[in-house]
């Protein structure tokens, strides 16, 4: 990773330590020429081929459907379903194309001011002209790049949760829509405009080949902290560990659920979940679980630590597989937990971070201690492959 006092163009000329501290969950960023020589790898036909395919998440959204309004149609999609729409009005969206094209993913490096286990994927999205998804909010941080063609951004503000959406529809559009003053634009291929959660915004394509990648970021909500959570540190307590009342004094009520008796189950409960080190475990694994489980396989055969260190030094490469996901957390000097698409193996300092940081494994990984151990358990499990194997 460059400084974070260097100055970024994919940041508008910002560093990543001003952009943290003056936009990142604060306000609305447009960046003008963020990636000016970026060339999409994906032509609308290519997309609309992902989106026909089993087990790919895409969306069809239609203003005027066939049968209703905003209309969500999910794929896997046909020719005869792109046949019979209309020249204008709807909008195509894949979901984790990085998953699928890897000059997708490679853009991806370019947000390494952030966290590598916040990122969650890029959706792609195609339009005609007047083809959009309605005004609506987003509760993660995105940043909206346009490859190709014109769409015009238009900001609302931060309308809250209490925010009156369309009645009757399978998309949460906002029934009342207001663009701020100033907050208004066209953006063209090589411009992107970040938007932190909860910002009201509505973008129309302008012209045929539109094509808006959203690099979107993972941002669990409490209850689906709290409920993971719960269900993580449940398992490691058994149920030895009861409520307890050895202070009871006699009750003035014999059915009143007193202050002291709330305060003793209070105690039990902070107790239990009040646990840093476990509280890191679980988290590690939560942050890495991949976004589609059917898509890390396990391989077929073990892979012994010595034909794996024999491979490299031939010159053979590991590579990640497409939606894995990994991060590293320090437990003291000589050992490390690192988090691989929601399991943990305990290794080296040294080799977890270069692990979480390298997507191209080559023999340099052998002068880390017990490498081979450690590839040979993530080629197992399906989170690494031969780059033969990737192909």
Known sequence: MTSANTPRTLLGGLTPAQ??????????????????????????????????????????????????????????????????????????????????????????????????????????????????????????????LQVSGKRRWQLGGSPGDEASLIPGIDLRILENFSVEAGQEWVLEPGDMLYLPPGVAHHGVSESEDCMTFSIGFRAPSADEVVTSYADYIGEQLGDSQRYGDADLQPPLDVGELDDQAIARVRDLLLSAIDRPEQMAQWFGRAMTQP??????????????????????????????????????????????????????????????????AKSLIDADVLDYPDSERVLAALLDSGSLSGIDDEE
């Not at 939606?323 to 193996?345: E, I, K, P, Y």
């Open 19 to 144: 952009f943290l501290s003056q936009h990142w969950q604060k306000s609305p960023l447009l960046i003008r020429g963020a990636l000016p020589d970026f060339s999409s790898p994906l032509e609308p036909d290519d997309l609309a081929g992902l989106a026909c395919e089993e087990g790919i998440e895409a969306r069809l959204v239609e203003e005027n459907g066939p049968d209703k309004a905003w209309q969500v149609s999910h794929g896997p999609f046909d020719d005869e379903t792109f046949s019979r729409l209309p020249t204008s009005g709807w909008s195509l969206l894949v979901q984790a194309v990085d998953h699928y094209v890897p000059e997708v993913a490679e853009l991806l490096e370019a947000f390494d001011f952030v966290p590598s286990w916040r990122l969650d994927d890029v959706m792609v999205s195609y339009a005609p002209p007047g083809g959009s998804v309605g005004a609506h909010v987003d509760q993660y941080d995105v940043f909206l």
């Open 291 to 356: 976004k589609y489980l059917d898509q890390v396989v396990p391989a077929e055969s073990a892979t012994t630590p010595e034909a794996l260190r024999a491979s490299l030094e031939r010159g053979e490469q590991l590579v990640r597989s497409p939606g894995s996901r990994f991060a590293w957390r320090r437990q003291d000097d000589a050992r490390a937990t690192l988090f691989v698409d929601g399991d943990a193996v305990v290794c080296d300092p040294a080799l977890a971070r270069y692990l979480a």
